[in-house]
């Protein structure tokens, strides 16, 4: 099975999906982009970005691992869909 999610740290509480999209489209096709929340809309400082391949999710990686936006460094890491830290996330996010 393809790993196309990728988890995105520190981002700025400001940050926007559209932005984060933006940013990641320099590195491949993006299916999708959600903003973790709190259950009162809050943001959390985290997102999942879904790509369209499996070549595009190791270049986001491999290219914007550390790029700054909005003055905050990102973290990118795969998501493994067996780690239950991202499976509880998933699940709320729906």
């Not at 299916?31 to 879904?50: C, M, Q």
Request: glycine share 6%; no cysteine; proline share 0%.
């Amino acid at each position: 099975m393809e790993n196309r999610m990728i988890s995105v740290a520190n981002l700025s509480w400001g940050s926007s999906e559209s932005e984060i999209q933006n940013l990641f489209e320099q590195a491949g096709n993006v299916k999708e982009v959600k903003l973790v929340r709190t259950n009162d809309g809050l943001s959390l400082g985290e997102a999942i970005v879904t790509m369209a391949t499996e070549a595009a999710t190791k270049k986001a990686i491999d290219t914007l691992h550390g790029t700054s936006l909005k003055g905050k460094k990102l973290k990118l890491s795969v998501i493994n869909r067996q780690d239950n830290h991202y499976s509880k996330m998933l699940i709320t996010m729906m």
